[in-house]
């Protein structure tokens, strides 16, 4: 079967950093995608990795290594607005996306 | 520039009732998607549509049915409601090539009694 794998909750402090693992097992492998989520709002769009390594977008930093089929969201420099769920997605051989459960991210002063 | 649409925002449904969720984006992006969303379970497809006149199941399709007569609107119904479908629905659309992004709408919860 197809699984998606990632921390319930996490908490963290502001101003500091945090890292969101997230393993996966999927028929195929065509990208995996990080996604942001809010309390009663719709997930948006953080980050995608096909390649292995690093992909850097300002605060947030997303890599992925397909052999060992692991990926992290790292988060700088912690604001209290990134308190939110962090979506893993892997897209598979069908060209579909299999979602983790999501990981909680409290953030505390 | 609206994105994705959804109506309605929220929804109480009597068990056995019929009910269409509807959505509509508005930046011609080929592929739109039905997902339920339920506490503790990732995200999951329910059916999707790569095109305008197309359209396929995805992990959880019992009990719902779509069409895709445009590219605008991928409207969901549930033909007689049991309350296992109280969940929040959100739609989604993408431009339909490889390593697109899908685009999600505002969602809708619905519950059923």
């Known amino acids: 079967g197809q699984n998606i794998d990632q921390p319930t909750e996490m908490t963290a402090t502001e101003g500091a950093i945090v890292q969101i693992n997230c393993t996966y097992q999927?028929?195929?492998?065509?990208?995996l995608f990080w996604y942001q989520q809010h309390a009663g709002e719709a997930p948006t769009f953080l980050s995608y990795n096909v390649l292995d390594g690093l992909e850097e977008k300002g605060r947030f930093s997303s890599f992925l290594s397909r052999s060992k089929g692991y990926s992290y969201l790292l988060l700088k420099e912690l604001q209290m607005k990134d308190s939110a769920s962090y979506l893993c997605a892997v897209r598979d051989s069908n060209y579909q996306l299999i979602w983790g459960a999501g990981t909680k991210l409290i953030i505390k002063p | 520039i609206a994105g994705i649409t959804q109506a309605p925002t929220s929804q109480i449904l009597a068990a056995g009732r019929r009910m269409t969720l509807r959505c509509t984006q508005d930046?011609?992006?080929?592929?739109m998607y039905w997902y339920r969303q339920d506490l503790g379970l990732g995200l999951r497809l329910i059916h999707y549509s790569n095109t305008a006149g197309t359209t396929g199941k995805g992990e959880v399709p019992d009990g719902y049915s779509v069409s895709r007569a445009n590219t605008d609107d991928f409207p969901l119904t549930l033909a007689s409601a049991v309350p296992s479908q109280t969940s929040v629905y959100f739609c989604a659309s993408s431009d339909g090539r490889a390593g697109d992004t899908q685009y999600f709408g505002p969602g809708t919860r619905l519950t059923v009694l």
């Open positions: 930046m011609r992006h080929n592929a």
């Open positions: 999927t028929s195929g492998f065509n990208g």
